[in-house]
């Protein structure tokens, strides 16, 4: 338990996708890698990124991150620049792949990144999530149990004092 705390302490979020949470009922998590270039890496260090567009598909048996926007490096000459929404490789076991993959196939479940962050190492890794699509009713619901989450709390608050 302290080293999950202590992982999740020294994680620094580059971009969150907070949408997906609202849109996609999670079924399971699990940490990947990126390859990258180096001009992407130093923009990630930066904060200059979105995934919230983006998607993890299967292709040639490998698995990418499609239409994650990572901002053009300025500093950096045109031979050096990167492209901004190029699809990106995701790096995983082959065992972690197959189980994603095969949700994928057999169940119509989505890939979906939650987080782009960097590791207690340094290292970029991405948070994807293996979701159901919700329906515009379990949407509805989802914000009724929030909001009556917070009325709660501040009754309860109220009543405290």
Known sequence: MAKDQERLKAQRFVALNRKARHDYAIVDTLEAGLVLMGTEVKVLRRGEASIQDSFASGKDGQLYLFNAYIAPYMQAGTHLQHEPNRPRALLLHKKEKNKLLGAVKRE??????????????????LELGLAKGKHKADKREAIKQRDWQRDKARIMREKNR
Not at 109 to 125: D, E, H
């Open 108 to 125: 119509g479940l989505t890939i979906v990144p939650l987080s782009l962050y960097f590791n207690k190492r340094g290292i970029a890794k």
